[in-house]
């Protein structure tokens, strides 16, 4: 579409209709010896005679400042402040949006809780300990369904959680540690993950005989996983050669630096459970592969002799 310039006159090409100047040195060229627009000179001639005013010069400027600063703030009801408060208690609801959506109707900024932070502190400090990395869809929940969820995870009813509120382990583990009373989080029954063949070999043995078992138990606060825990008493490990270094297998002047902290890692693991009161059996790998059938007789006799 052909234009002409404003301001030196020639012809040039653009494609929109209200393209006035060819380039951008015309444009600024057009705007020397400008003058401002007659409203801006109204206000600058009113702020000069309203600066030579008794009422500005008597006038306390701190004050009136504070006044303004304080009618822009936008302050919280009776209500959203209880309702805010029952919610940092939960500790659930990390997300301010979320958080305006639960206590409050009205369009009301960050800022409004940001600046009520500000005058309490300690609603700041239940807000930051509130669980870091939650879902949406959790924080999204009621007091009532919260609370429900919590129910259900310290009752360990995984497969529900997971149908009703679409919550799973790694959730899980985060939500529990805000209520340690309630049981370890564990994988009851068969195993959906990934599983080496001897691990394989013990849960078949398992289900065969109808043994309940939980797979992968979590033991002191989440350190260490038991790879078979079976009648609350009996804790089994299955120990593959390489990675465990087995005594029968490899030398211990020749363990590389994995296989010594697998080791290191076996033996405190051990030891623990030992001492907290629980059985302990460990399974090697060798074992299972030339001598099954021991390794079935010996397993099926310690079940039974659990009472």
């Known amino acids: 579409m052909k234009h002409i310039c404003k301001q030196?006159?020639?012809?040039?090409?653009?494609?929109s209709k209200k393209r006035i100047f060819c380039s951008n040195p015309?444009?600024?060229?057009?705007?020397?010896?400008?003058?401002?627009?007659?409203?801006?000179?109204?206000?600058?001639?009113?702020?000069?005679?309203?600066?030579?005013?008794?009422?500005?010069?008597?006038?306390?400027?701190e004050k009136r400042n504070k006044k303004i600063a304080e009618s822009n703030i936008v302050k919280l009801d009776e209500k959203e402040i209880i309702l805010l408060w029952e919610f940092l208690r939960k500790k659930y609801v990390r997300n301010l949006t979320i958080l305006i959506k639960h206590i409050s109707n009205r369009n009301i900024s960050h800022k409004a809780i940001l600046n009520y932070f500000k005058n309490y502190p300690d609603a700041k400090i239940l807000w930051e300990q509130s669980i870091k990395y939650l879902e949406k869809h959790v924080q999204k929940l009621s007091i009532d369904e919260w609370e429900d969820l919590k129910k259900l995870i310290k009752e360990r009813e995984f497969d529900l959680v997971g149908v009703k509120y679409k919550v799973f382990y790694k959730t899980i583990e985060?939500?529990?540690?805000?209520?340690?009373?309630?049981?370890?989080?564990?994988?009851?029954?068969?195993?959906?993950?990934?599983?080496?063949?001897?691990?394989?070999?013990?849960?078949?043995?398992?289900?065969?005989?109808?043994?309940p078992f939980i797979r992968e138990y979590y033991i002191n606060n989440n350190k260490w996983i038991v790879d078979f825990f079976i009648k609350d008493k009996l804790m089994i490990e299955i120990q593959g050669d390489y990675w465990h270094g087995n005594p029968l297998v490899f030398k211990e002047e020749k363990l590389n630096k994995i296989q010594l902290k697998n080791k290191l890692n076996d033996i405190n693991k051990k030891n623990w459970i030992i001492e907290n009161g629980y059985l302990f059996e460990e399974i090697w790998e060798k074992d299972i592969n030339e001598t099954p059938k021991k390794v079935k007789e010996k397993l099926l006799n310690l079940c039974e002799q659990i009472t």
């Open 26 to 61: 015309c444009y600024h060229e057009s705007r020397i010896g400008v003058k401002l627009p007659h409203y801006g000179k109204k206000v600058s001639d009113g702020l000069k005679l309203y600066y030579t005013t008794e009422k500005y010069k008597t006038e306390d400027r």
């Open 8 to 15: 030196c006159k020639k012809e040039f090409n653009h494609p």
């Open 174 to 211: 985060r939500i529990k540690k805000f209520f340690p009373e309630s049981k370890p989080i564990n994988r009851r029954g068969k195993f959906s993950g990934k599983e080496t063949s001897i691990e394989q070999f013990i849960r078949l043995i398992l289900e065969d005989n109808k043994i």
